[in-house]
């Protein structure tokens, strides 16, 4: 009878031993065959890594209208470089926007690409080895275009899309967050921004048509807005235009997009005319860093701070936080304005001394462009769980 009984034990020992094998061998068939990434998978293990559970990273985004950079204009680019060094240095994008370069070859390598010049001369001084460059577009084959930087450390570049080629390029750019847990969880949160440089001058229809046809392209593109940003160089002299309005409203609340200082900051609020009345928004004006129309050069505006041509657009995911990334409250501004800028200079003394960055920013920002970066942050929280909502 104990006979028997030893045979039972060493019988089910076995059969457990066996099953543990099977389940091993189905479970490392299913990881070898799921997908590199996805916005939303099948559970792998809900278990960080050591010391990441609630680990918390931030994504400065900034525009940046670069005034013309690489056409002489303002000079050599060798010279503008150490002032853009001082900025980044200052700001440290992880996304950074740059309307108005000169037009150039955009193959990597290729003698006259500006991107590689900031690339290499301005970004990778500041950090080595951090930063790169989405691939570009000049389907408008006009002189000037725009090119999406960003940190390859924290952001892993995925597409370009050329949305619309009227008046310049309107490019949709696709990334995905290089989250730590990324190996174990094969989960992460897409991002997507749409770079703009709108038609300037007095009348808006041609801008109110770029806007609208892009924002239109977009609710068609997405069921409801993911992570997503829009920003650039809009050249709105006031919210009642047609194209901001286009941006901003929507027969479905998920496909509206947001600026932040009206919401959800709620800092100022709605109707915005801010040519005429630019007082209301004075810390949020981009235009210009320049009273007078020769000092630095003869490049771009005069007139001192007057007019808010630059933004930075945001879906309600960012502002709710609904896919592990979130606008930062409060986080938008002009970098360099404190308020106190309406129709003198970044760095003039009158009426107050201008002491919202050390003084050799001031004066960078002052040599290198026209424009004030407009700048929002975002924080992300690690995915430990390979829990997310479906990406739209």
Known sequence: MFYCRDQKIEFMKVLKIAIIVFVSLVFCSCKKNAPAVNSIIVKIDSTPLPGTADRIDTIKVMAYNVLSYGDLCQGPTTSLDNY??????????DLMSCEKINAFPFTPGATGNLA?????????????????????????????MSVLFYNKQKLTYVSTEDLLSL?????????????????????TTFFY?????????????????????TI???????????????????????????????????????????D?????????????????FPYYVASYLTTSTRSLPNLPNSCGTSGGGKGWYDHIFISPWLVNGKNYMKYVAGSYKSVGNDGSRLGVSI???????NNSAPSNVIDALFQFSDKYPA??????????????????
């Open 347 to 353: 760095n003039s003394d009158v009426p107050v001394i």
């Open 84 to 93: 853009f060094r001082i900025v980044v240095q200052y700001a440290a994008p």
């Open 193 to 213: 921004a749409l770079v703009c440089h709108t038609q300037s001058g007095s009348s808006s229809l041609e801008r109110d048509y770029q806007d609208s046809t």
């Open 167 to 187: 008046g310049s390029d309107f490019d949709f750019y696709k990334f995905y967050y290089n989250d730590i847990n990324l190996a174990i969880t094969r989960d």
């Open 216 to 258: 239109s392209i977009l609710r068609e593109k997405f069921a409801y807005f993911p992570n997503l940003i829009i920003m650039g160089d809009f050249n709105t002299t006031g919210s009642y235009e047609k194209g901001y309005q286009s941006i901003i409203n929507s027969n479905d609340s998920t496909t509206k997009m947001n």
């Open 116 to 144: 590689d010049e900031i690339l290499l001369n301005v970004l990778d001084s500041v950090s080595l080895n951090t930063y790169n460059y989405a691939a570009p577009t000049n389907a408008t084959n006009l002189d000037k």
């Open 260 to 276: 932040p200082p009206y919401f959800p900051d709620q800092l100022v609020k709605y109707p915005g005319d801010w040519n005429t």
């Open 375 to 392: 700048m929002l942050n975002l924080v992300v929280k690690a995915n430990r769980n390979a829990i997310s909502p479906k990406d739209p």
